[in-house]
């Protein structure tokens, strides 16, 4: 931003505010009068003309971990411990100026409302016969427990008497009363917030934020801060929260109902564990043969201490009610959880019949020992089951360690080289496996053990005979002549006289090369498939989708197979961040500036040259915007007509090529020093501009080519 800009930023004197400003985007059913649209912020409100100094609904260039880490804000959140309910019978302005006061930025005011909000009591206090007045902060809780006032609208109050633009937002919710596939109705109806903070709009969700950590309403219970609902990126809580004015998506481009409705139902978990989406983007999956394999992304730095579980359950006739699936063989299980590499989390169920299934993704981190922490749901799943084999196998019953190299190893100073992943196919019968010293402290006097047993089998003892050998620093374990079938191979430490677990594989002898071929066939089918999701994120060009694709292949371990599109979605990725941060800068634009560039009667040149180029690009043409007074109409129109709101919808997917040349050919010669020194506002506009027209000159560099006399074409090839 610049430092004209900056010196634009929102001012109030709280001491002095006396009516909070309403920004909500439905019209309050008990406000019926006195409120006006807006059709560039999309909300209606009681206080229009100061929507100039604020920006419109856009997405932000940056997430929240950039701008937030919860230890650096301590001393904030022992203001809001520390208040508690000293406030109750006083002003609710009396305790936003409490919370807030003397700290000097954004974050600071609206994480102290936050976290004060999140921790109170509502439903445990004790509430007058009659009803409190009005204007105190009792009052607002009494309307919160009857139901009558909700979380979102009094965070958005709080903030309002704290000089915080807040915006209240409505729209469908995947909350309690959602089942997954289910379509959303008016019973799915919830409000939540943006809120402005250093000229960014983040979104919170007081309600969802302030969770139960022990008990229900008729016990003792408290409330604990839920941070997933804290200033929440908008890629994170489209998964549960729809609004109904898309704009309030933050994102670009929106989502409609039928996508959200549509895409994977993923729960708080996954994003406290740092998960990522690989696959099966729909929460609804059609399964052929039985068989489906998820893939999620994991965080290489904190998934060695997380574990996951899978539950699948089938509907009734009816699709209403899930009932838990037994087997009558109690060593055989539905799925097979598995780490593949350090960043990588894959889960395959197999169905025993034709149907329709819930599968449930639970996880933990083991790191904390908190009371009431355990598994919790990551993602859920509706799985239609189209087919199965004739004679459909299941998988053994996992071991303490889990499948594959595991926290186990790491434990033990020990790294994997072979195999990483948690199934051994053999058709020789033969299977080596192979464990590199990488902590000598840790593998100080380890013994390594290992049983082979057939699944199913009752022996505690294994058959074979083979030990692990030792040599530079590298454990290997040779079995051979593996009689055909599926086995369980169990790899244990013993040097503290106690035997543990710490590594596990399912060995799949078939001495024949036909389940080598269906395994290599599988493999082509995944790399077809990743390499035709990058290519069309590619030709999309949608930032989330791109970076999606990207992800899954690097994680995947598929980067070799195409080098070359890897490289032009990442070039594309860059572009487009650059791109979304400029259209932020004028977004920040306030309406003063625009004004300012609006009342010169007679503007120098290379402002003229600026504001005419960048309608060019919003489609008018040079003969409209070379008379100056023209040019000051279209910048002074208001609500969808706005030019930011035509900025922020400018589609570069629809521009014409010809059309970016000539808003380049326009700027030719253009000394932007004197731009830069007439009008820091005419400056945002070139430079997104000039951005724009770098993309589209990417985007066609072909074209560029062959138009080139031959003379330069031949010397660039």
């Not at 999309?42 to 929240?64: A, D, G, V």
């Not at 994991?298 to 009734?316: E, G, K, R, V």
């Not at 009932?323 to 598995?338: R, Y």
């Not at 066609?700 to 080139?708: A, Q």
């Amino acid at each position: 931003m610049h430092e004209y800009e900056k010196n634009k930023l929102i001012k109030c004197d709280i001491e002095d505010l006396k009516n909070t400003w309403i920004l909500w985007t439905f019209k309050p059913e008990t406000i019926l009068e006195g409120l006006t649209y807006s059709e560039s912020h999309c909300l209606w409100t009681n206080e229009i003309e100061r929507l100039e100094n604020i920006p419109p609904p856009h997405p932000s260039p940056t997430r929240k971990h950039e701008v937030f880490q919860l230890e650096k804000y301590k001393h904030v959140d022992r203001r809001a411990d520390e208040t508690g309910q000293r406030f109750n019978r006083k002003p609710v302005r009396d305790l936003a100026i409490h919370l807030t006061k003397d700290f000097p930025d954004d974050i600071s005011k609206v994480r102290s409302i936050y976290k004060w909000v999140t921790i109170q009591p509502i439903q445990k206090l004790s509430y007058p016969d009659i009803q409190p007045d009005e204007d105190t902060v009792l009052y607002h809780f009494w309307k919160l427990k009857r139901r009558e006032k909700t979380y979102a609208q009094f965070f958005s109050l709080l903030c309002g008497y704290a000089c915080l633009p807040c915006v209240v937002i409505d729209g469908h919710m995947k909350g309690s009363t959602y089942d997954v596939g289910q379509n959303l109705d008016s019973k799915h109806n919830g409000e939540w917030n943006a809120v402005l903070v250093d000229r960014n709009w983040r979104l919170v969700n007081a309600f969802w934020g302030a969770c139960v950590l022990t008990g229900n309403e008729n016990e003792d219970f408290c409330y604990s801060t839920d941070e997933n609902y804290f200033l929440t990126d908008p890629q994170h809580l489209i998964y549960t929260h729809f609004p109904r004015i898309p704009d309030w998506q933050l994102l670009d481009p929106p989502k409609n109902q039928d996508e959200f409705q549509k895409q994977a139902f993923l729960k708080d978990r996954f994003f406290n564990l740092e998960m990522r989406l690989l696959s099966h983007p729909n929460c609804t999956v059609d399964v052929q043969d039985g068989e489906v394999e998820f893939f999620f992304g994991l965080n290489p730095q904190t998934a060695i201490n997380q574990s996951f579980m899978c539950i699948a359950s089938i509907y009734d006739s009816k699709d209403i009610n899930a009932k838990p699936m037994e087997f009558a063989d109690k060593d055989l299980t539905l799925d097979f959880i598995q780490r593949p590499n350090e960043h990588l989390l894959s889960i395959k169920v197999r169905f025993p019949e034709v149907g329709t299934y819930k599968v449930e993704i639970v996880g933990k981190d083991d790191t904390l020992q908190l009371n009431d922490y355990d598994f919790d749901w990551i993602a859920i799943y509706k799985a239609v089951v189209k087919s199965i084999p004739i004679r459909q196998k299941f998988f053994p019953k996992p071991e303490p360690a889990g499948w594959g190299p595991s926290r186990g190893l790491y434990e033990l100073g020990l790294k994997a080289i072979t195999p990483l992943d948690g199934i051994i196919q053999t058709d020789t019968g033969n299977v080596e496996l192979q464990y590199q010293i990488v902590d000598e402290e840790k593998a100080k006097g380890i013994d390594l053990s290992f049983q082979l047993l057939p699944i199913g089998s009752d022996v505690d003892e294994a058959d074979e005979k083979d030990t692990f050998t030792m040599e530079k620093n590298i454990y290997t374990l040779r079995i051979s002549n593996i009689e055909p079938g599926e086995y369980k191979l169990k790899i244990g430490e013993r040097s503290s006289g106690l035997e543990r677990n710490v590594c596990n594989y399912n060995v799949i002898s078939s001495m024949e090369k036909a389940q080598q071929k269906k395994e290599d066939s599988d493999k082509v089918k995944e790399i077809k498939r990743l390499r035709e999701e990058l290519i069309n994120a590619t030709e999309k060009k949608t930032l989330e989708l791109v970076e999606r694709a990207v992800d899954a292949v690097v994680t995947r371990g598929f980067e070799s197979y195409f080098p070359e599109e890897l490289k032009i979605a990442r070039e594309l990725i860059a572009r487009l961040k650059k791109i979304q941060k400029l259209m932020h800068e004028v977004m920040n634009l306030n309406q003063t500036t625009i004004a300012e560039i609006r009342s010169y009667g007679n503007p120098v040149k290379e402002i003229h040259i600026v504001m005419q180029a960048t309608l060019l690009l919003l489609g008018h043409f040079e003969e409209e915007t070379k008379i100056w007074k023209n040019i000051q109409a279209i910048i002074g129109r208001t609500g969808k007509e706005s030019l930011k709101r035509k900025i922020q919808e400018l589609d570069m997917n629809k521009l014409g090529f010809d059309i970016a040349l000539g808003a380049k050919k326009l700027m030719r010669g253009l000394e932007l020093d004197k731009v830069v020194q007439q009008s820091a506002g005419a400056a945002t506009f070139h430079a997104w501009m000039t951005g724009i027209i770098a993309e589209m000159e990417e985007r066609h560099k072909d074209e560029i080519g062959n138009t080139m006399p031959r003379t330069t074409r031949n010397k660039i090839g």
